[in-house]
């Protein structure tokens, strides 16, 4: 059965939550997704395009990874235009460095076909 844009926003939403991530790449994202990062994204090592879900998932290994311990997680109500939805999400977490990090912003997703095929951060 087809999913809309609400209805996948919301099941994103609904795993987020759950700290369900692996599922959310698993069951939403297209092969071919197309992930997008600010530029200062670059001074952390981070790159500011990614394609491709192989490349996705290492990349949020690799984040994973650096992280000592989460404190706080939140995430907002998607809010839905068209093909696209958007979430304001942040982490309050410890590094392995030591060094303690809150951060925040907001992602949107583009939608096709059931799945989600672009996401862009903006932080």
């Known amino acids: 059965m ?3 844009t609400q209805e996948l926003a919301n099941r994103y939403f609904d795993l987020f939550q759950q700290r369900q991530v692996a599922e ?3 069951s939403l994202y297209s092969a071919d997704i197309i992930c997008t990062e600010p530029e ?3 001074s952390m090592g981070v790159p500011t395009i990614t394609r491709g879900i192989e490349a996705v998932l290492a990349k949020s290994k ?6 000592a311990e989460v404190h706080s997680f939140f995430c907002s109500e998607p809010v839905v235009g068209g093909n696209y939805f958007s979430l304001a999400m ?3 977490m410890t590094l392995k460095t030591g060094q ?3 951060v925040a912003e907001i992602a949107v997703f583009g ?3 059931d799945k989600i095929i672009s996401e862009t951060f903006f932080y």
């Open 90 to 92: 942040g982490r309050d």
């Open 40 to 42: 200062h994204a670059l």
């Open 2 to 4: 087809k999913m809309t």
């Open 62 to 67: 690799a984040r994973q990874e650096i992280i």
């Open 100 to 102: 303690r990090l809150q």
């Open 24 to 26: 959310i790449y698993q």
């Open 111 to 113: 939608v096709k076909d």
